[in-house]
Structures are given as structure tokens and as C-alpha cells.
């Protein structure tokens, strides 16, 4: 019974919640308009990042590859 009690008042406030949404649509998507941008500009920049990272650790193997095989003074 108490596994049905619990299922009851998750679609209650499920329900409480949509009808807020309805209620409130406007100001529900001008929040959503204004926070979508910012995910994707945090995502864009997350993924740089990890971009520059990857190039920088790419060309310090490199570099220590070089050191290794004495072909620094070659170039």
C-alpha cells in the first residue's frame, strides 16, 4: 500500500506541475529562451577547452619525441 501511496503522489505533483507550466507558458519559455543559450555557449566552451588541451598535450609528445632522437638541432 505504501508503494501505491508513493506512485499516487509522484503523478499528483507531476500533474501539479504541468498545470503550472500551462499556467505560467510565457514566462516558462522566456526562462527557457534565456538559459538554453548559456548551456550551449557553457558546452561550446567546455569543449574548447578539452580542444586545447588535447592539441597542446599532442604537441608537447612531440616535442619531447624530438628531444629524444636529437633531430632538435636539425631544424
Known amino acids: 500500500m505504501k508503494g501505491f501511496r508513493e506512485i499516487s503522489f509522484g503523478f499528483i505533483l507531476a500533474a501539479l506541475g504541468m498545470v503550472g507550466i500551462w499556467y505560467l507558458l510565457d514566462e516558462v519559455l522566456a526562462v527557457l529562451l534565456g538559459v538554453i543559450p548559456l548551456v550551449v555557449l557553457f558546452f561550446g566552451a567546455l569543449f574548447v577547452m578539452i580542444g ?3 592539441m597542446r ?5 612531440k ?10 638541432g636539425s631544424e
Do not use: C, H, I, L
Not at 57 to 61: A, V, W
Not at 64 to 70: D, K, L, M, P, V
Open 52 to 54: 586545447v588541451s588535447s
Open 57 to 61: 598535450m599532442k604537441s608537447e609528445e
Open 63 to 72: 616535442e619531447g619525441w624530438r628531444a629524444e632522437n636529437g633531430n632538435e
